[in-house]
């Protein structure tokens, strides 16, 4: 199963931290695919979040937020500024999708942005990341190569020739599912 | 428990057949609440519906509506017209919503338009589902008159003023549930 991400989205907080071990104990692969919605939002005519777009439906998302985050026992704080940037982290998580630390690197940021408040876009807060999953810090300067940059467009023009609009998204075997309240659905599909 | 509802919505469709056996399974008293959503979606802007306004949206939408159907054993044809305008449906629901038939009513209704592919805003078609309910079809009259213009007026405006942005969704003792993917996290709310 892939499971696509955008670190600035708020219900794909929740399934980051659970897609792992949801996946495992359906001993169901699962491929860790960053992506952005920035672009996909901007065709649609979005240059922001729908949820600050529309602010009765992003009332409606932090309360949902609280009680699911609630349910799953993980720490909610309300970002002080949203949707913050991911571009840096996304670019890192993209350029080394297959190296065993970026399910808890791809945690830890998103720790970062909804539990405790940091400015995940400053590099700084992700170069502290990589050293919290054991990783150098000087890692982060990998963002501005060429190969992290191309990884991680391939990956967005992928989503949206997958017809994917929103994260988090899974996908098995071409069927698309959207949504943290999709996951177990997607898990259970037979591709 | 309220369940708010509009006709001319899919996700309504699966929430509608299955909310009565769930609520008294869970012992949870119902209040069917129909409302429009065209008023709401007007004040964001939208003078269609949004699955119409993003078609990749859409497109997923009819999609994930297919596999939820079949889950819950239920059929679904795509309708010809989308989406239907369930004013005269709505105002009957809302004239007589303490009305014993009215649950097999509103389920006939979403039968009509999403099972059989019938033109709801027809009214003879609601006539004929008022006749398979046991009542006189002639009663599709009583949708003129000011008593349920006036109530589903005052429906609408609740769902307003609750911050309700989308059908289907839940209320309970003032916590707001949107989605039929919410409906037992609704039922299992304490107030």
Known sequence: MDFWFEFGSTYSYPSAMRVE??????GVALRWRPFLLGPIF???GWLDSPFNIYPVKGKYMWRDLARICAAQNIPLRHPTSFPRNGLVAARIAARFDDA???????????EANFA??????DPAVVASVLAAVGQPAELVREASS????????????EAIALG????????????????????????????
Chains 1, 2 share one sequence.
């Open 21 to 26: 071990d949801e996946a495992r104990a359906r």
């Open 164 to 191: 994917i609009f929103g994260a988090p998204s899974f996908v098995v075997g071409g069927e698309l599912f959207w949504g943290n309240d999709r996951l177990e659905t997607a898990l259970a599909w037979k591709a």
């Open 42 to 44: 901007r065709t649609q």
């Open 100 to 110: 065993p630390w970026v399910p808890a690197f791809v945690r830890g940021i998103y």
């Open 146 to 157: 060429e190969e992290a940059k191309s990884k991680l467009r391939t990956n967005t023009d």
């Open 116 to 121: 405790r408040d940091e400015e995940i876009s």
